[in-house]
Structures are given as structure tokens and as C-alpha cells.
């Protein structure tokens, strides 16, 4: 065919750089293969044979020439495309003379064409050396129409300074520790792959504001790992990820923690740090998957999930956490541990399955609040001895969730505590609330049904506990208490709650005793015995509530005096003191007692 031949020739003076040569080979087979509209295909190579040798030849001249050139090359690189929109070369032509013709943003709808018809046949664009220089030459292709087919552009903090990192070397660099260390403020945007860290992790820096975005489409996945426990001897692994007074925010990441340390953390955030986790996945075998501590420290999760880890989330050292939208299931021990002053917020999160509790507040933690919240099936482990939320000290409140089938407590508060339970559902579980040792407490709207113990209130020390417009079914709903025990002040008419004295031997009664003594420590709030990552006057005292009229010190703007004999009670007045003698006798006796 004499088309055929024309384009041979054309190739072999294209070859020998003779480009006005052929050029006009090209432009005679173009002529034949224009009239046959069967033969389109060939006629699409052509075009694009013909936009090259115009491109190549722009490049050895200058000025007007040379954008004359690249104008010819342009055209018919559309030209390709017109008679095959599906051969990547014809995009190639386009993109490459955008890109001398310096329109580099027309150019980046091409490249993305370019990366689908890969996609398409299956094959990988990484792998296509000319596509892949073309794409460095561009400088930031990566920053606008690619990223957005990864839908994941929105998410992109600073578009204007991004470097793609990819495990097999085609991006812009390979290492992300070298990429943070280079500038203090950057984007990086990760393939596909996995990142072993081995012995050093990612270290956030002070001042740095480091964005790491993962670039993943359905069924792929970017995953930063550290090796097992078969490390060489001596070797301590670091945490996969420390911020240290950095800013921090990650997106669409994979991060699995292989060796075993019980204080190793795929993410730590310490000294002020901030940390944004969106939509990634942790599997840890450390204590712990993501840990905030120190005052200052904050971490936000969303849309994150924490699956079969041996540790959850640990909010201590004053450290501010927020989970949003996040499941954390299968947890070997402990899901949500709050300690030390720390503070969490949670809503529309799931905890199940855990080993022991779904969320514990221990003593110092200043509280949390938990909204449209589902605790499922913890304590699966270790039984009826956990609660699948604990709460031994601080300001908590818990609306519009849900509590079902844990073995265990379903609510356990403890001295110190105050709690706001209201529009929530307990069921499933051995109790489904439990009130112990002088905690405070109003439950509102709730339903607690399907419990073998609807409520417990156990040596409560004459605490109020409010109890309105619920709906209690259970067996047995109790108040246990000892002879010297004052009953706690309730209202809500509408429950009807029996209460059993027990008479106490002396062995219990020395137990009983403790419990007073560490009470009175409490409502001290000794500095000396709070460890010194807590003692800040942020952590709140427990609530005081005045047993005369049960009001607590914020509703009567007063700081309430103590009991001049047991120097534990308080009330508001004097009035209230008399009025409530009766009711406190026995108990200031004892602790009274308890004081020598």
C-alpha cells in the first residue's frame, strides 16, 4: 500500500532526525488514508508520527518557529484523537505539546485519560516508561485532575507543594522520612504498596505541618508496616508514627504494627502535638493503637477502624482525643482507655467484641462524653467481672446510646464519679447500671431491659442519684447497703427500687473502711498522691453535692463547708446540716473512724 510505504520512509528519516523529511512522508499517507474512512486507526499512528516529528522539530528552533512548531504538533495530536479516541498516544501528543506551549493544566485532562485506558486493559501506567517521564516533566501532575480520580483531591492540604511517594520508585521520591525532613510544611501523596519501617518510624518535628494522603482505589491499599517480633537482638522498634508538637493529618492509610511492646504505638501524639486521622485502619500488637498524651496533645479520628489489636485508643496526660464515625473491634484487652486528665469525645463510634472493657475512665481521668455511641458483646474474655464501660472518677455523659449483650456491667460508676445517662439503652447485660461508693448520678429517659440486674447502688454514701422517666425491667433492682449506710437521695417517683441492709462482719467491715479512707483522699484531692502527669488544676475535683437540698456548688454558687466531725461531708449551710443529721449520724461516725 502506498500509504504503508510513505509511513516507513517517514519513520526512517524520523530516525536520522530528518523531520521535515518526515514530515512531508506523513503528511502524503495522511492524504491517501483520509479518504478511507475503514482505515481510521492508521490514520490515527499517522497523525500522531507526524504531531511528534513537528514537536521534535520545534525543539531545535527558537522563538516563532519554534511555538509554530509546537502549534502543528498540537493540531495533530487532535487530530489522532478524532479518529481514535482510545489510542493513549494521540493523548500523549496533546499533553506533551500543552506542556511546551507551557499549558500545563490543559494538558493534565490527557494524562488522566492516558492513566484510565491503562486501567482498562489491566495494565499498570507505572510501568510505562514514556508516560511516566512525561508526567516528571510536568512537575505537578500529580497535584489536580489525576488526584481527583482518586477522589481524594478535597482532602489534599497544601495542592501547591505535593510529592507523589510510591514504594517501587516511579514517583517523586521513595523515602517519606526524607520527603518530611526536606520542608516543614508539605503534602505527600502515597501509592499503592507497603512501607516496612524498620527500627525508626515517621517522626512528626516541631513546627512541621506534614499532610500524608494514601492514593487508593477499591481493592488497593497503602500500608505502612513494621516487622515482627523477629528482630535483631538488642533492636527496639520505634512507634510507626510519632508527632512530637507537630501538625500531623492522615488519610487513606493502612498502618500495622507487627512486633510486640507494650509501649510502642503505631501513633503517638506527645507535646502539644495535633494529629487528623481519616479514614485509615490499625492493627497493632503493642498496647495500645493510637495513644495522646501530655497537656496541649490532640488527636481527631474519623471514619477510622481499629480491628483485632491487642491495644485501643489511650487518652492520658491531659491530652484532648475526638473519635468520630469509627469502629474498634476485636480488641484483645482494653478499647477506649481514658487516664491522667485526659478528656474524649466520641460520637456515632461502634466498640464490640473487646476482651475486657469497651471504654475504661480511671482514676484521675477527667471524663468523656459519648453520643450515638454502640458498645457490643465486650468482656467476651474475661466475663462477668468487667463492664463494658467503667468509670472510676470524672465528669461523664452518655446520651442516645446504646449498651447491648456484654457479659458483665453494662454502666459501672465508681467513687468520684458524676454522670449524665439520659435517652440511652442498657440490655443484655448481668447489670445493667451499677452505682458504687459515693458517685452522683442522673438517669433520664433511658430503657434498661433484658438485664438479669436492672440497677445496683452499692455503699453509695448518701449520694443524690436522679432517676426520671425511665423504663427499668429487670429481675431485682437494688440498694445495698449496711446498717450504717444512709439510703442515697432519689427522686423520680415512678421507680420503685427495693433496698436490702446487710449486716457486715469485721472483715467486711475493714474493706468498708478502706473504701471510706480512699473516698476522703478523693474529695481532698490531695496533690501529693495524684502522680504528676495529673496534677493540674484543670482535672476536676469530684462533684460536691449538698445532702440537705441536692444541689451541687455550680447551682448554688457557693463553695460548699465540710463536716466539722468527719471533714468529709459537705453542705451548703447550716440549715441544710441540721436537716440532714439524722441521715448522716451513722455515717460520720464511721468516718470519723476511718480517720485514725
Not at 166 to 189: F, T, W
Not at 262 to 285: D, P, Q, Y
Not at 377 to 385: I, L, V
Request: some cysteine.
Amino acid at each position: 500500500m502506498a500509504w504503508a510505504c510513505a509511513k516507513e520512509e517517514g519513520n526512517q528519516y524520523f530516525a536520522n532526525r530528518r523531520y521535515n523529511d518526515a514530515i512531508e512522508k506523513y503528511s502524503y499517507a495522511i492524504q491517501i488514508l483520509a479518504s478511507n474512512p475503514e482505515l481510521s486507526a492508521d490514520l490515527a499512528r499517522v497523525y500522531s508520527n507526524r504531531s511528534a516529528a513537528y514537536l521534535q522539530m520545534g525543539l531545535t528552533f527558537h522563538d516563532s518557529e519554534r511555538t509554530e512548531c509546537f502549534r502543528h504538533s498540537l493540531a495533530d495530536g487532535h487530530n489522532c484523537i478524532a479518529a481514535d479516541s482510545d489510542f493513549e498516544k494521540g493523548h500523549f501528543r496533546v499533553a506533551k505539546a500543552l506542556l511546551c506551549l507551557n499549558y500545563k493544566g490543559d494538558g493534565l485532562d490527557h494524562i488522566t485519560k492516558i492513566i484510565e485506558l491503562h486501567r482498562q486493559r489491566k495494565t499498570d501506567y507505572r510501568q510505562d516508561k514514556v508516560l511516566a517521564q512525561l508526567m516528571k516533566d510536568y512537575k505537578y501532575w500529580q497535584q489536580r485532575k489525576v488526584l481527583r480520580s482518586y477522589q481524594v483531591w478535597d482532602k489534599v492540604k497544601y495542592k501547591d507543594k505535593c510529592f507523589v511517594i510510591d514504594p517501587y520508585g516511579a514517583g517523586d521520591m521513595e523515602h517519606i522520612q526524607s520527603a518530611i525532613n526536606m520542608m516543614s510544611r508539605v503534602s505527600l501523596l502515597v501509592l499503592p504498596g507497603a512501607f516496612l519501617f524498620r527500627e525508626k518510624g515517621i517522626l512528626i518535628k516541631p513546627q512541621q505541618d506534614i499532610d500524608i494522603v494514601g492514593l487508593c482505589h477499591p481493592g488497593e491499599e497503602t500500608a505502612f508496616e513494621t516487622p515482627n517480633d523477629t528482630a535483631p537482638q538488642g533492636v527496639i522498634f520505634d512507634h510507626t508514627v510519632t508527632v512530637v508538637n507537630g501538625i500531623l493529618s492522615m488519610t487513606n492509610i493502612t498502618v500495622r504494627q507487627q512486633f510486640n511492646h507494650a509501649e510502642r504505638h503505631a501513633i503517638l501524639v506527645v507535646k502539644g502535638g495535633k494529629c487528623m486521622l481519616n479514614n485509615c485502619k490499625f492493627w497493632s500488637k503493642a498496647s495500645g493503637s493510637i495513644a495522646a498524651t501530655d497537656p496541649g496533645s490532640k488527636l481527631v479520628a474519623r471514619n477510622c477502624v481499629l480491628n483485632e489489636s491487642c491495644g485501643g485508643i489511650i487518652v492520658c496526660g491531659q491530652s484532648k482525643v475526638v473519635v468520630d464515625q469509627c469502629q474498634i473491634t476485636n480488641v484483645a484487652r482494653i478499647g477506649v482507655e481514658i487516664r491522667d486528665g485526659g478528656f474524649l469525645t466520641m460520637r456515632d463510634t461502634e466498640v464490640s467484641n473487646s476482651g475486657r472493657q469497651g471504654l475504661v475512665c480511671h482514676a484521675y481521668g477527667e471524663g468523656f462524653h459519648l453520643q450515638r455511641c454502640k458498645f457490643m458483646n465486650n468482656a467476651c474474655h474475661f466475663g462477668e467481672n468487667e463492664a463494658a464501660i467503667s468509670v472510676a472518677t470524672g465528669k461523664v455523659s452518655v446520651a442516645e446510646c446504646e449498651i447491648l449483650n456484654n457479659k458483665g456491667t453494662g454502666l459501672g460508676l465508681d467513687s468520684g464519679s458524676h454522670c449524665i445517662l439520659k435517652d440511652s439503652q442498657i440490655s443484655g447485660s448481668k447489670v445493667a447500671l451499677s452505682l458504687c461508693h459515693g458517685c452522683t448520678a442522673h438517669i433520664t429517659n433511658n430503657k434498661l431491659i433484658n438485664n438479669r440486674y436492672g440497677l445496683t447502688i452499692l455503699f453509695n454514701l448518701g449520694k443524690d442519684i436522679v432517676l426520671q422517666g425511665n423504663t427499668i425491667e429487670a429481675a431485682l433492682n437494688e440498694i445495698i447497703l449496711t446498717k450504717e449506710d444512709s439510703i442515697p437521695k432519689m427522686t423520680g417517683a415512678e421507680h420503685k427500687v427495693e433496698v436490702f441492709q446487710i449486716d457486715i462482719g469485721e472483715q467486711m467491715l475493714s474493706e468498708k473502711l478502706k473504701i471510706l479512707r480512699k473516698q476522703k483522699k478523693l474529695n481532698k484531692f490531695d496533690e501529693n498522691n495524684r502522680p504528676a502527669s495529673a496534677r493540674d488544676e484543670r482535672v476536676p475535683t469530684q462533684m460536691r453535692v449538698c445532702p440537705g437540698c441536692g444541689l451541687d456548688e455550680e447551682a448554688k454558687r457557693q463553695a460548699f463547708k465540710k463536716c466539722s466531725a468527719c471533714k468529709v461531708t459537705f453542705y451548703c449551710s447550716a440549715d441544710c446540716q441540721k436537716k440532714d443529721w439524722e441521715m448522716h449520724k451513722n455515717q460520720c461516725r464511721l468516718l470519723k473512724e476511718a480517720q485514725h
